[in-house]
C-alpha cells in the first residue's frame, strides 16, 4: 500500500475535506508518517513543539492526573478491578504486586484498542490486521513509551464554563461551537500538536459519590450508563481532525458522550483512521483550580505511558506542569 508522506513538523497538513484517497484503506484516513509508523499523531510532538510547550511552565506547579488506580469501584462495563498485593519477601523486606485491566480507570486508548471493519474484516490504524494484533507487536504502546509524550496541554473546562448547567450523569452532549467559545472565553488558541482536555464535570460527580453511589452507578449494564462527553457528527470530526491534536483527553469514561447513539463514534476515527490517542477517566479537578487560578488554560503536559510490549492500552500516568 502506498501511502501519502506529510512532514510532521509542517504548520499547514491537509483538512479533513483535502484527504487524499489511499488505495486499500477507509474513507478519510490519514495515514501519513510512513509504511511502518507506530505513532499516529504523537509524530506531531516534534522537538520544535515539545521545546515550545516548555515555555508554558511559568509557576512550576504540578498537577496529577490520573484517578487513584483503585478508582472507580467498581469499574464500569463489567471490567476486573484493581488488586494490590503486599508481599513479604523477608522480615525487611515487601513487594507490592498489582492486577488489573488497563480500561479500569485513568488511561490512554492506545491503537490497538479499536479496529473498523473494513472490506468484510476488520483493520487498526495504519493497515493493521486482526492477525499483526494478536501475533506481533505491531502498534503496542510500547512505541509511545519509548518516545513518551510530552507537549502543549490545552484544557476545555467546559463544566466550569457552563456553570455546572447539567449532570455529568447524563448523556450531556458538548458541541464544537460550545467548545470553541469556551476556548475564547478562556482566550485558548489551538496550536498544531496541542493535547486537547476536555473537563465534563464527570471527575468531580463521581468523587462526590459515597460508597453506595458508587456501587449503584458501576452496577449498571452498558445500556443503562450514561456519561457527558463531546457530541459527535461531521462538524466534530472536522474540528478534531482538522486541529491536529497529537492525543485528545477528559475526565468521562468514554471522552464522547454515551451512549453511542450515532454512526460517527468518533473512536472510529481517532484511533484506526487517524492514529490519535484518547485519554479517559482522567480527574480533572485540580488542573482546572489551578487553571482558574492562574488565568492560564495551557500547560505542558507529560505523560509516560506503561512500556509493555504490545500492551493496547495504558493506565500510566499523567502530570502536567
Same mark, same amino acid.
Given at each position: 500500500?502506498?501511502?501519502?508522506?506529510?512532514?510532521?513538523?509542517?504548520?499547514?497538513?491537509?483538512?479533513l475535506s483535502e484527504l487524499p484517497s489511499i488505495d486499500g484503506a477507509p474513507s478519510n484516513a490519514a495515514w501519513f508518517w510512513g509504511k511502518h509508523d507506530q505513532l499516529g499523531r504523537l509524530?506531531?510532538?516534534?522537538?520544535?513543539?515539545?521545546?515550545?510547550?516548555?515555555?508554558?511552565?511559568?509557576?512550576?506547579?504540578?498537577?496529577?492526573?490520573?484517578?487513584?488506580?483503585?478508582?472507580?469501584?467498581?469499574?464500569?462495563?463489567?471490567?476486573?478491578?484493581?488488586?494490590?498485593?503486599?508481599?513479604?519477601?523477608?522480615?525487611?523486606?515487601?513487594?507490592?504486586?498489582?492486577?488489573?485491566?488497563?480500561?479500569?480507570?485513568?488511561?490512554?486508548?492506545?491503537?490497538?484498542?479499536?479496529?473498523?471493519?473494513?472490506?468484510?474484516?476488520?483493520?487498526?490504524?495504519?493497515?493493521?490486521?486482526?492477525?499483526?494484533?494478536?501475533?506481533?507487536?505491531?502498534?503496542?504502546?510500547?512505541?509511545?513509551?519509548?518516545? $513518551?509524550?510530552?507537549?502543549?496541554?490545552?484544557?476545555?473546562?467546559?463544566?466550569?464554563?457552563?456553570?455546572?448547567? =447539567?449532570?455529568? &450523569?447524563? @448523556?450531556?452532549?458538548?458541541?464544537?461551537?460550545?467548545?470553541?467559545?469556551?476556548?475564547?472565553?478562556?482566550h485558548v488558541e489551538f496550536n498544531y500538536g496541542d493535547i486537547l482536555v476536555v473537563r465534563t464535570g464527570w471527575s468531580e460527580a463521581y468523587k462526590k459519590l459515597d460508597a453506595d453511589g458508587?456501587?449503584?452507578?458501576?452496577?449498571?449494564?452498558?445500556?443503562?450508563l450514561e456519561f457527558a462527553g463531546l457530541s459527535r457528527g461531521n462538524s466534530m470530526l472536522e474540528f478534531l481532525h482538522d486541529n491536529y491534536f497529537s492525543a485528545v483527553a477528559s475526565d468521562?469514561?468514554?471522552?464522547?458522550?454515551?451512549?453511542?447513539?450515532?454512526?460517527?463514534?468518533?473512536?472510529?476515527?481517532?484511533?484506526?483512521?487517524?492514529?490519535?490517542?484518547? $485519554?479517559?477517566?482522567?480527574?480533572?479537578?485540580?488542573?482546572?483550580?489551578?487553571?482558574?487560578?492562574?488565568?492560564? =488554560?495551557?500547560? &505542558?503536559? @507529560?505523560?509516560?505511558?506503561?512500556?509493555?510490549?504490545?500492551?493496547?492500552?495504558?493506565?500510566?500516568?499523567?502530570?502536567?506542569?
Open positions: 500500500m502506498d501511502l501519502p508522506s506529510f512532514d510532521p513538523d509542517a504548520e499547514k497538513l491537509p483538512k509524530n506531531l510532538l516534534t522537538p520544535r513543539r515539545i521545546a515550545n510547550a516548555a515555555k508554558q511552565i511559568q509557576t512550576g506547579k504540578t498537577v496529577c492526573l490520573n484517578f487513584p488506580a483503585e478508582l472507580p469501584a467498581p469499574p464500569f462495563f463489567g471490567r476486573q478491578g484493581f488488586k494490590h498485593e503486599i508481599k513479604a519477601i523477608t522480615d525487611y523486606a515487601y513487594d507490592d504486586l498489582h492486577t488489573l485491566n488497563t480500561q479500569s480507570g485513568s488511561q490512554w486508548d492506545g491503537f490497538r484498542h479499536v479496529g473498523i471493519n473494513h472490506n468484510d474484516s476488520f483493520i487498526w490504524y495504519n493497515n493493521t490486521t486482526r492477525a499483526q494484533i494478536l501475533s506481533t507487536e505491531k502498534l503496542g504502546i510500547h512505541h509511545w513509551a519509548k518516545k $513518551g509524550i510530552a507537549g502543549r496541554g490545552v484544557l476545555i473546562d467546559f463544566y466550569s464554563y457552563s456553570k455546572r448547567s =447539567y449532570d455529568p &450523569f447524563t @448523556a450531556r452532549k458538548i458541541t464544537v461551537e460550545e467548545i470553541e467559545a469556551c476556548a475564547r472565553a478562556c458508587r456501587m449503584k452507578i458501576g452496577s449498571k449494564s452498558n445500556s443503562e468521562s469514561p468514554a471522552f464522547e458522550s454515551w451512549p453511542f447513539d450515532e454512526p460517527e463514534h468518533l473512536h472510529y476515527y481517532l484511533l484506526p483512521r487517524w492514529g490519535v490517542p484518547i $485519554g479517559e477517566m482522567w480527574d480533572l479537578d485540580g488542573l482546572a483550580e489551578l487553571c482558574q487560578k492562574t488565568g492560564r =488554560y495551557t500547560f &505542558f503536559l @507529560a505523560s509516560s505511558p506503561a512500556n509493555v510490549q504490545g500492551e493496547g492500552l495504558s493506565p500510566y500516568y499523567k502530570t502536567v506542569m
